[in-house]
Structures are given as C-alpha cells and as structure tokens.
C-alpha cells in the first residue's frame, strides 16, 4: 500500500475520535445533569489547558523533529481518556475526563493536520486530497455514533471511540514520520516569527471567526435536542457537515490559491455569517441540520486557507509550532470565549439567540479580514 493511501486510511480513523468526542461532548454531559452554562464553564477551561497543553507538544515535535514519535503517544493516551469520559456518570469523572482529553487528545490535531500538509507537499499531493478523508471518517462516525446511541446507550460511545483509538494508533505505526526541517531549529526564529505584526494580526482575525465556529461546534446538538430533534438527527446533522466538507476539501485545491488565502477567507467569514443567521431564523431541528451543508463553504475554505497562509510565513523549521499556533486560536482560544458565552446565552436567552450572536460575530470577522488581509494576500 502506498504512503498516501495508509495516510488517507489513517484520516479516516483519526477524525472518526474528533467526531465522537466534539459531536456529543455536550449532549452526553447534558444527559448526566449538567447545565449548560456548567457545559459552557467547563468546555472553557478545557480550552485554556490546550492554549498550554498544544503548543508545548508542537515545540517538542519541532524540537526533536519528529511528528510521529509525539503523535501516537498522545494518541493512545488520547484514547483511553476518551473512553474512560464516555464511561462517567457524575459530574466529577466528567469533568476529570474532559480534563485528560484537553492535555492529551486536542494536541493531536496540529500535529495530524501538520503530517498531512508536509506529507502532501513531499509528495506531491494536494493537502485536501488527503483531509477529506479525514472529514469522511467524521461523517461516517457522526451517523454511527447517533444510531448507536440512541440503541444501546450514550454509553455505547465508550466502545466506539476505543475500537476507532486503537485502529487509528496502529495504523499510524504504518505511516513514515516527517522530518519537520533539515536544520535544527532555533528559538530567535520562533521569536521573530510572533513578533512579526502580520502573524499577530492574521491570529487575531482568525480568532474573531472561530468564535463563532466553536459556538456551533459545542451547542448545535443541544439546540437540536431543545428544538424537539433526537440523538439520532444530532449525529445526521454532523453527518450532513461533514460529507460537505468531504466535498470541499477534494476540490479545495481549485479554490485556495497561493498568495489568495486572504479573500478565500473573507469569503468564507461572509458564508459563516449568512449560514448562522439562517440557523437563528428556523425553528425545525430538520432545518438546522440540513443548514449544516453550508460547513463546506465555510470551514473548509476557511482552514485551508489559514493552514496555507501559516505554512507559508511561518520559519520551515518550526512549521509544526506555527501550525499549533493556528489550531490552538482556531479551536483553543475561541473554544475559551465561545464556550462560556455560548452557554450563557443558551441559558438566557435561548438558542435562536445564540445563532444570532453568532452570525454578527462572523459579520465582524468578514470586514476585518476585509479591511486587513484581502486582497493583499500573503503580505499582510
């Protein structure tokens, strides 16, 4: 088997945990008695432990220039994390399994996004060609994980996540490690490369965005479930998500050109808006999960675009730290702000006002990123 196909194999099996753990975390918690604004409290300081927890992995991966030796570890940690939270039933174990999977599975997902994008470069290959597959496996576990809870139990989730970690740790024993620079690296360049205006600026819009992102990550189930929909159509939603990304990340290649991320992005902040105001104005969980197809052209060609525009300011030697700088704001920093904020709007306020909030959040992004990154690329 060819490097690129065990690679896509190992996607599938990767991205299958993120779905099983992103997809339902709130539902699960939910469904042991805690509230959402406990959810929104908790889901935050989870991100806080990753704004520590992911960037010191991706320096050790830089620093002894290696993925692989990093991921795996942290992968099978990962796993038996995942299926001990998916075993609690108070509040305590809960909250301690959260905790584990902060410090040991988030990490993962810089380092797995940088051994697809170097891989794909080395190679020859474009990146989406192998990150759809990742987005496949999330879709496929997203409708099973639904239909096995909603016939054996939330419980069942434990089993499931344990089959896809142990799959997914030995295949990646299969995959050949990537070598992140010929040099090694050295810390003024680290140093120089944050205290550059246009990196600072860059994470700082991104950041505004993915506020709104994770907000529709952590509380669509719950607004599905409140608007009267089941497990079942939550993990239908997430299906419906991610077959659209599937989609977009195959052609994404045709669409993210180099030196045009910043008006890919603009773009695709623009898509979010409309897709979350949308999401605000139904009032069918049929409607809000069918709404979901819009994740292709938002998302995809919104993280395409910032792994692209990372990937190319950031020193070769520390790409991997660059590439965690940008998931840990994508999915850490934001998860921070939008957890608590999210909660707390749903408890307040009531989902149709979350969905709002959201839209005029993305609103901003699009004309920030309008004002200082499109349409001179690269070079802001």
Request: charged fraction near 10%; include cysteine.
């Amino acid at each position: 088997m060819s490097t690129v196909f065990r690679l896509r194999v190992l996607n599938v099996c990767y991205f299958s945990l993120f779905a099983l753990f992103l997809s339902f975390l709130p539902v699960y918690g939910s469904g042991i008695g805690i509230s959402d604004t406990q959810l929104g409290l908790l889901l935050s300081a989870g991100s806080l432990i990753s704004l520590v927890s992911q960037p010191s992995w991706g320096v050790v991966s830089d620093r002894f220039r290696t993925i692989l030796k990093v991921l795996l570890p942290l992968m099978a940690a990962g796993t038996a994390a995942g299926a001990l939270l998916y075993q609690s039933e108070q509040a305590w174990s809960y909250a301690l399994g959260v905790g584990l999977m902060y410090v040991f599975f988030l990490p993962t997902d810089p380092l797995m996004e940088s051994l697809n994008y170097q891989t794909s470069q080395r190679l020859g290959v474009p990146f989406g060609s192998i990150r759809m597959f990742g987005a496949l496996g999330y879709a496929i576990a997203s409708l099973a994980a639904g239909y096995a809870s909603d016939l054996w139990g939330m419980h069942s989730l434990s089993w499931v996540f344990a089959g896809c970690g142990i799959a997914a740790v030995l295949l990646g024993l299969t995959v050949p490690d990537v070598r992140t620079s010929a040099k090694a690296p050295a810390f003024r360049q680290l140093f120089a490369f944050f205290g550059q205006s246009r990196a600072w600026t860059f994470l700082l819009l991104v950041l505004v965005v993915a506020v709104a992102h994770k907000m529709n990550d952590l509380f669509l189930g719950l607004r599905i479930e409140r608007l009267g929909g089941s497990m079942r159509l939550t993990g239908t939603a997430w299906f419906v998500m991610t077959i659209a990304e599937t989609l977009f990340f195959a052609l994404s290649s045709r669409w993210v050109k180099l030196g045009r991320e910043g008006a890919v992005m603009t773009l695709a902040a623009a898509m979010y808006a409309v897709r979350f105001l949308l999401c605000g104005f139904v009032s069918s969980p049929y409607a809000l999960a069918a709404l979901q197809a819009m994740q292709g052209v938002t998302f995809v060609l919104f993280y395409v675009g910032g792994i692209q525009y990372i990937h190319a300011i950031a020193p070769a030697q520390w790409r991997s730290t660059g590439q965690t700088a940008f998931t840990s704001v994508f999915f850490g920093v934001s998860g921070i702000v939008g957890s608590a904020l999210g909660g707390w709007l749903m408890d307040e306020y009531g989902g149709a006002a979350l969905y709002y909030t959201m839209a005029g959040i993305a609103a901003a992004g699009c004309l920030l990123f309008r004002m200082f990154l499109f349409p001179r690329g690269r070079q802001a």
